[in-house]
């Protein structure tokens, strides 16, 4: 069965970066599929953020696509997540998604999710 | 691309028919494979959003049957038959046919 777990920190700080990483179990993110971040916040609801696949290939969603950066980890099997210069919009629980994009066009495996607040 | 539930929130009783309405402010339909890439998710308290239908129709293996999804065009439909408690969720609507990957507002079922 395939497991994501998202972690990093709850609370950052507004402008600064928030930065979150999402460990995968029971499947090798480095033999397919893109692995991507979904946010729901109580303003915008459901939200995708993005997706990459370990060759390096990704999407952004384009009103944040400025300000995110993905990267994959195969090593370790992990991916993260970074958006710059937050703001307390950016409140939301955020959670890792496996990306079925190129076939079934869905997000099959979710995390958790993990709640981040900016706040000063 | 809009998508736009209907309604935000029902109350259904134990047994009977839930059904949940999401509208696109344009197509969904992929050309290439002739599907129209429309899914919908269960998001349980405390419990990642779970998929349930994708290709507006096709239910996830391991799915109980009392699900289904409808619809064409711009209007598609979830159904619940035979309302159970462990039913109640928030459901959502989504579209992966543009770069935005929208998704509905969200409906939530109540029994």
């Known amino acids: 069965q395939v497991h994501l777990q998202e972690s990093g920190p709850g609370l950052v700080r507004p402008s600064e970066t928030l930065s979150l990483t999402c460990s995968v179990s029971?499947?090798?993110?480095?033999?397919?599929?893109?692995w991507g971040w979904v946010r729901q916040s109580p303003g915008k609801g459901l939200e995708w953020i993005g997706s990459m696949y370990h060759a390096g290939n990704a999407f952004y969603n384009p009103s944040l696509k400025s300000r995110v950066t993905m990267s994959i980890d195969t090593s370790k099997n992990q991916f993260s997540l970074k958006l710059r210069s937050v703001t307390a919009a950016d409140t939301a629980v955020y959670h890792c998604?496996?990306?079925?994009?190129?076939?079934?066009?869905?997000?099959?495996?979710w995390g958790q999710g993990t709640r981040v607040t900016v706040s000063s | 691309i809009v998508m736009t539930q209907s309604p935000d929130s029902l109350s259904v009783s134990l047994g009977e028919r839930a059904t949940v309405n999401c509208k696109s402010s344009q197509s969904v339909l992929f050309n290439f494979n002739n599907k129209y890439h429309l899914n919908w998710y269960q998001y349980k308290q405390g419990q990642p959003p779970k998929l349930i239908i994708y290709w507006a129709s096709t239910r996830v293996s391991g799915v109980p049957d009392r699900f289904s999804g409808s619809g064409s065009g711009t209007d598609f439909t979830l159904t619940i038959n035979s309302l159970q408690s462990e039913d109640v969720a928030i459901y959502y609507c989504q579209e992966y046919y543009t770069d935005l990957r929208t998704f509905g507002q969200g409906t939530k079922v109540e029994v």
């Open positions: 029971g499947y090798s993110i480095g033999s397919g599929y893109y």
């Open positions: 998604t496996r990306d079925d994009y190129g076939d079934l066009y869905y997000y099959d495996y």
